[in-house]
């Protein structure tokens, strides 16, 4: 896969259909959709799923970079208060707004997922620290055999100005501990890029609630034995807001998360021969 290069373009503002030119920050002149290849020309329907919460300034940014062709947009909005379903309408007409029943980006999510009518869903975050200009990339890489595609910050190709040393080190951490439970390969186990095919959820059965939800997606997704790839992505910093990821609370959530899901796979394994041996022995 061909590295990224990132550039530091100059900025224009670009006001946003329906909006206010006081809600509409101003977004790279790179954004524009022409540079980016349609993804309608490869005949697939492509669903793309943003959990947000009180990312008003910041979806602007997002949306400016997201691909044409698109199938359908799907925002899940954690009960907003600010205008952020009123910028999403504004700056994208046909944008599917799900209004959160629960809480937490793995509900979310959960809930996007239900919605989405596509071939190909992908995951992005609405705070512009994921380029939606890299979907054509993850798309090609599910083309060419993937089941499952993940955005890689640590990649050769990949990089991220926005994670700190401590995150960067959990991560390694957890994603080695992943690795050798599971035979995987992944470099990145925290990162919330992802796309893969609709025939993929059953396997995933988002049930979590919190940003333990891409290891636990991740952790599901090497059970089944699917064919995973990965691609380099860079991970920008927040543009506008604080982060609700809080590195020790959160990071204590994946590391249950991974214990609980290697419990669950010893546990079947242990009970399933009981089952086969008396359905044999009646």
């Not at 990145?188 to 636990?216: H, I, K, Q, S």
Request: aromatic share 6%; hydrophobic share 45%; glycine share 8%.
């Amino acid at each position: 896969m061909a590295s990224l290069s990132i550039a530091s373009p100059e900025l224009r503002v670009v006001p946003g259909a329906g909006l206010s030119r006081d809600l509409v920050p101003q977004v790279p002149i790179a954004a524009s959709r022409v540079r980016v290849p349609s993804l309608a020309q490869m005949g697939l329907r492509v669903s793309v799923v943003i959990a947000a919460l009180n990312e008003e300034q910041n979806l602007p940014y997002v949306f400016a970079r997201l691909p044409e062709g698109l199938h359908e947009l799907i925002v899940v909005d954690g009960h907003s208060t600010d205008n952020t379903v009123a910028a999403a309408r504004g700056l994208w007409p046909d944008v599917r707004i799900v209004m959160q029943s629960g809480r937490g980006k793995g509900n979310a999510l959960a809930e996007g997922f239900a919605a989405c009518t596509g071939d190909i869903v992908v995951t992005l975050d609405a705070d512009g620290s994921t380029d939606a200009a890299e979907i054509p990339r993850f798309v090609a890489a599910l083309c060419s055999g993937a089941d499952f595609v993940k955005g890689s910050r640590f990649a050769q190709g990949g990089a991220s100005s926005d994670i700190t040393r401590a995150r960067s080190l959990g991560n390694r951490a957890l994603n080695a501990i992943v690795n050798a439970l599971y035979g995987t390969r992944y470099t990145d186990l925290c990162y919330g890029y992802n796309a893969f095919w609709a025939r993929c959820l059953p396997y995933m059965r988002v049930d979590c609630d919190g940003f333990e939800v891409e290891t636990l997606i991740n952790v599901r997704i090497a059970k089944a034995g699917l064919v995973v790839h990965e691609v380099p992505s860079y991970e920008r910093e927040r543009i506008h807001g604080m982060s609700n990821l809080n590195a020790v609370r959160d990071g204590t959530r994946v590391l249950r998360t991974i214990a609980l899901e290697r419990m669950s796979t010893a546990s079947r394994r242990s009970v399933l021969p009981r089952i086969a041996y008396r359905l044999l022995t009646r």
